[in-house]
């Protein structure tokens, strides 16, 4: 009987620990492997300083940034898949972790699934080797603000800083020419009520934003191709 209750008790813990993942990072628990590979989701809107409304679905930066250096710390996990289908949000927070995979000293390649909206885009090219599905999007327009704003020449200042912080970003780190960026950026032609361009899987590539075309065999084979790249290079 004893052992029967210990049994019990044992996968009432996991089910309880599953169902706080699932609340704090939204995400079960997957039967543990051994891999090599970290697999790290950017889903819906970027939540920064502001918490956003509760029927929002939102990827809290400040869950983002642990799990980023955790990587980077592990002896185990040798590289990073970043999957992205995002609807943008808080551009400070977004950039700020574009900035850390940047960084990162192990291989990294990302994917985009859906959509990368606005700030999806530093973060798409922020990877060592970038991939877009068929049906993926990337849509790309000027920042803005919701609230109140200020209309002194202070506030046009700051918005193109802000800007020109995005736009040295992906360029830096695609082969996307500044010109075209910014003229894709400013276009009042191809949205409804709005500024920019929507760019569909190969128009991404075209443009030289994305890399390639591809889906998760793909990205998973180009990534562990970088890491034994970089294994031989260190070892020679």
Do not use: C, W
């Amino acid at each position: 009987m004893g052992g029967k209750n210990s049994e019990e008790h044992e996968k009432q813990v996991v089910e309880e620990k599953n169902t706080e993942t699932l609340k704090d990072l939204g995400q079960i628990r997957v039967p543990d492997t051994k891999s090599n590979i970290y697999a790290m989701t950017i889903i819906g809107q970027i939540e920064g300083h502001i918490i956003l409304p509760p029927q929002n679905k939102a990827t809290k930066y400040e869950h983002i940034i642990p799990q980023i250096v955790a990587v980077e710390e592990s002896n185990e996990i040798e590289g990073l898949l970043l999957i992205l289908n995002t609807v943008g949000g808080d551009v400070e927070a977004g950039l700020a972790i574009a900035e850390l995979i940047n960084s990162m000293s192990k291989p990294t390649v990302s994917i985009v699934l859906g959509g990368g909206h606005s700030i999806g885009v530093p973060l798409a090219v922020s990877t060592d080797y970038s991939f877009i599905a068929p049906t993926a999007t990337m849509t790309i327009h000027p920042i803005r603000m919701n609230g109140l704003i200020i209309g002194v020449p202070q506030t046009y200042d700051y918005f193109n800083k802000m800007q020109e912080r995005i736009i040295n970003f992906i360029v830096e780190h695609s082969n996307i020419k500044r010109p075209t960026l910014k003229k894709l950026m400013f276009t009042t032609s191809e949205l409804a009520n709005d500024v920019g361009t929507v760019l569909v899987g190969a128009e991404a590539v075209k443009y030289g934003l994305i890399q390639e075309i591809g889906g998760l065999k793909d990205a998973l084979s180009k990534l562990r191709e970088i890491i034994d790249e970089r294994k031989a290079r260190k070892e020679s």
